[in-house]
Each structure stands twice: as C-alpha cells, then as structure tokens.
C-alpha cells in the first residue's frame, strides 16, 4: 500500500536550489527541469508556449507562480516514450504551489499528465479551465500522492459528460497519446495504478469529480485506492469506481457509482465487449456523508 508520508523519496546528498525567473522562456523552464534536483519559481506569470516536462528526483517549489496555456496541448506531463512501460518511467518528483489556468487556449487536452511514473507527489496546485479532457490523469502510475488540488471550472467536450477531473486510468492508445507512439508501441502494455493516495482536495463545476469511465479487458484492475477528505461537487458523479480492486473511501462528501462495465477498452485502442462484465472488488466507504451510493 501507497505509504502516507506525503513526500517521495527523493535522491539524497548535496542539492542545489535553482531559481526560475519569471523572464525564462518555456524552453529555459524546461532546460532546468530536466536537470531535475531543486528548484524554485519566482512568484509571478508563466506563459507557456509548450508542456513542461518533468524528470525524475525533482523537486519544485512553485508557490506563487500562475501558469497561462499559450499552445494546444497539455500543460505538464512526466517525460515518457512510446518504449516506455510499466512503473519504469519518470520517478520520485514532487511538485508544490501553483496555478494552471487553461482556458485562454481552449484545446481539449488533460491540463496534468502522469504516465507509467513511480512516487509522484502534487501538492496545493490549482488547475482552472480545463477543456473536453481531464484536470490531471493518473494513468499507469504507482505510489501517487495528489494533496490539497483545487480543480474548478473544467467543461467536457460535446457528448463526453463522463470526463472526470482526476482520472485513474491504465495504459491504452485511446487512453493517453504519446508522441510517436503507435497502437502496438510497447507503452501502451495495460499497466493498471497501484497505490493512488488522494487527500483534502477540492473540485467543483466539473463534469465529474475522481475515478475512471474505463475498464481493461483481463483481469487487471487499480489497486490501492484511497480517497479522504474531499470535497466534491460536480455536475453529475462525484466519484466514479470501474474496476477496482481495494479502494476506501473516507470523512468525504459526495455522490459515488461503484459500477459495472460491460464492455472494454484493448491495450491497441477500440472496445470490445466482455463475456463477463467487470466488477469492482473491496470498496470499503467510512464515515462519509453521501447523498446518493449507486451499487450496480
């Protein structure tokens, strides 16, 4: 299980602060983060002309610092190939402070992309305006750890009401595009998360608040799932559970869907339908103040 101490486990010796200056280009930005070790925002405006990228044993304080999207496209992803696979990319980063304000270019894209990372930790970020995706997408990840997001004002696309603004998903084509990646590229090898730790966050005027809308085909699903604390009030499920197995949910106030699927997404993208319909396993809800629970 996803351990609690609310930090990664980051490399150990002597680290040097680097200082990033409102005046840095997205280029110079992502220059620093990729040299990974400490770093700092000046309190200020980013305007970013492409994603950031991040790289394992990174720490970043950005406290003060307002993101504006100037390009079609996500915000920030960890730095992934299309071989990339399982928990074997991007590891032990921690991200505090910040504003993502999406809207001014109004692509549909996830605003935060996590893909087959290991001990990622985000704290106190603010994501505003999100278009026809997901706020931040745990997908293929283990040990992830999101503390104090507050996620207002996201919109679907057109017929896509089930977009929700935290997403656990696992490792498909039509899930997450990786650049040069292809439908049989070996990044998209079903990697389920393990170990998603998600506390005192708050999420409004969405779509929908946390969970998934997928399911994989096989018997694979996210483990270790735990919800506390949140406050969540969206336009249609607050939290949305398909295929899991062991996630508890605590002291939150929402309405949950344990559901059942009947069909499934292929690791190569499309669906099929499943001789089965999947289930989820071990959902244990605590002291919650619930105003709907649909058990399918």
């Known amino acids: 299980m996803l351990a609690k101490s609310g930090s990664a486990n980051l490399r150990k010796g002597v680290r040097t602060m680097v200082t ?20 700092k925002f000046e309190a200020g405006e980013y305007v970013l002309k492409d994603c950031l990228i991040l790289h394992s044993n990174t720490k970043v304080n950005a406290n003060g610092a307002v993101f504006v999207r100037a390009h079609k496209g996500r915000m920030m992803e960890l730095k992934v190939s299309p071989e990339t696979t399982k928990y074997k990319g991007v590891h032990d980063v921690e991200w505090s402070g910040g504003a993502f304000v999406a809207y001014h270019v109004p692509d549909n894209a996830n605003v935060i992309s ?3 990372g290991k ?32 996620i207002s004002d996201q919109s679907p696309k057109a017929d896509e009401t089930f977009r929700e603004a935290i997403q656990i998903d696992f490792a498909n084509y039509d899930g997450l595009k990786v650049k040069g990646a292809k439908p049989d590229s070996p990044c998209y090898d079903g990697t389920h998360c393990d170990g998603v730790y998600i506390k005192n966050c708050s999420i409004k005027d969405c779509p929908n608040g946390i969970g998934t809308h997928t399911v994989s085909k096989g018997n694979k699903y996210h483990k270790n799932v735990h ?10 499920k607050d939290i949305r559970l398909y295929g899991f197995d062991g996630c508890r949910i605590v002291s939150t106030s929402c309405n949950i869907l344990v559901g059942v699927k009947d069909k499934a ?32």
Not at 20 to 39: H, M, P, V, W
Not at 130 to 148: F, P, Q, W, Y
């Open 114 to 116: 996590l893909f087959h």
């Open 265 to 296: 997404h292929l690791n190569s993208g499309g669906k099929v339908s499943l001789s089965t319909p999947k289930h989820n396993k071990n959902v244990y809800i605590e002291d919650s103040d619930f105003h709907n629970v649909t058990i399918e």
């Open 227 to 236: 919800i506390e604390a949140c406050w969540i009030s969206t336009d249609h």
């Open 20 to 39: 990033i200056k409102r005046n840095f280009s997205t280029k110079q930005i992502n220059e620093a983060l990729k040299k990974g070790g400490d770093i």
């Open 119 to 150: 001990s990622i930790y985000l704290k106190d970020i603010k994501i505003v305006g999100c278009r026809g995706m997901h706020s931040v997408e745990v997908n293929a990840c283990k040990d992830t750890i999101l503390i104090g997001l507050n």
